[in-house]
């Protein structure tokens, strides 16, 4: 058997003088639709009005380029992609996993990609108009090229190569199956006893964050020092998803690495059953604020974390099953009696029938896994009647 997978490669772009030129208006231009597009978007929204298609969009891009000489200068690839990427970001805002789609600034996170029409060459990339540029090559590139983005980031220009490649499908090392339950208490408990500490945990930084961002208020908007102060803000803001992101690749390589099969519950009917009974608000002053904000960080952690862990076992010949949650912490793990008074308090479990006693979080883990082999068992017996 064999599975497409996609890799990126990244290299150091070395343009001649007139090469960085050129990169610099195809950059600006891709920027220029942006903002004008997101200009046209955002006044379809505020004036009640659906917006508009990547199609209808693009015929706009004809009329601009009547009309302002520089996007004619530039290829029509990298404007449609970035015309692309606004309909998908205003997607996602509206399903409500992004905000709303931000104009771009010069100088910030600049980039374009060209869908096709690339080549390489040793150590030479074929961009579009803009002809062979120099990169400094780190490492053998292997497969098909899908797009080539060029982006600006830390003073230089980069060059990332999308490849597509046939790999033979992997078997997962090991033979190990496990369920873990998410929580706020513990951020996850394994159905062997293991467990790991809330994500949110980041006590020194949120402190300074909150201290900076008060600062922040205090300021005249928009005056320089706002924007100093603002600036200060936002790289605490990039340091704690930094934390927290390599916190989850850790966790989530660990996981991957140890078992073949893993199974989790589904977010969503947690979620549902969670807020309903109303047990993930931290106790204390604020409670309401804090809880809603404390939600979303624990809710992108989740769902980060089960991202991961679905695409590391696809790597790795594993699998990641998802089960209905709803009843695993009121059930007992060792004799399947269910009933509310099995659950003492938020951390205790003691079966009324069978004595079991544990920790509630190890119990539900114990439960989503004994779920995930049934439903495995039910796949089996479902590919063998087909077969
Ligand atoms: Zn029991």
Redesign the pocket.
């Known amino acids: 058997m064999v599975m497409i997978i996609r890799k990126a490669y990244r290299f150091v772009l070395e343009p001649t003088a007139e090469q960085a030129d050129l990169i610099c208006r195809f950059a600006g231009s891709s920027r220029f639709v942006w903002n004008k597009a997101l200009e046209l978007q955002k006044h379809c929204v505020a004036n009640g009005k659906r917006v508009l298609s990547y199609a209808e969009i693009c015929c706009r891009l004809v009329e601009w380029k009547s009309e302002w000489d520089f996007l004619k200068e530039v290829h029509s690839q990298p404007l449609q992609q970035s015309l692309k990427d606004l309909s998908l970001a205003l997607k996602n805002c509206f399903d409500g996993s992004k905000g709303f789609p931000r104009f771009k600034k010069k100088g910030e996170r600049d980039a374009f990609r060209f869908p096709q029409g690339t080549k390489i060459d040793n150590k030479k990339v074929y961009l579009p108009k803009i002809g062979w540029v120099k990169f400094r090559k780190s490492q053998k590139i292997d497969g098909t090229i899908k797009n080539v983005t060029v982006s600006w980031s830390m003073g230089r220009w980069f060059v990332s190569i999308q490849v597509e490649m046939e790999v033979a499908e992997p078997v997962h090392p090991a033979k190990s199956e496990i369920g873990i339950d998410m929580g706020v208490v513990r951020f996850a408990t394994l159905s062997d006893g293991t467990f790991v500490a809330p994500i949110n945990s980041f006590g020194k930084v949120r402190t300074k964050l909150a201290t900076q961002q008060r600062r922040l208020s205090k300021k005249q908007k928009y005056s320089s020092n706002w924007h100093k102060q603002k600036r200060k803000v936002q790289r605490i803001h990039a340091k704690v998803a930094q934390v927290r992101k390599d916190f989850l690749h850790k966790l989530t390589s660990l996981i991957s690495k140890n078992h073949a099969v893993i199974v989790l519950e589904d977010l969503q009917v947690k979620n549902m059953s969670a807020s309903g009974k109303g047990t993930i608000e931290d106790p204390g002053k604020n409670v309401k604020a804090k809880s809603g904000l404390n939600r979303a960080i624990r809710d992108q952690g989740w769902y980060e974390f089960r991202r991961q862990l679905e695409y590391k076992q696809k790597w790795r010949g594993g699998k990641v099953i998802a089960v209905n949650a709803s009843n695993t912490s009121l059930e ?1 793990s ?4 269910r009933a509310k008074e099995n659950r003492v308090s938020q951390a205790n479990f003691r ?1 009324v ?4 006693e544990e920790h509630a979080d190890l119990n539900a883990a114990k439960n989503i896994l004994a779920a995930g082999r049934v439903v495995q068992a039910c796949g089996d017996i479902i590919r063998r009647t087909a077969a």
């Open positions: 007992c060792e004799c399947h009696h079966c029938k069978c004595l079991h």
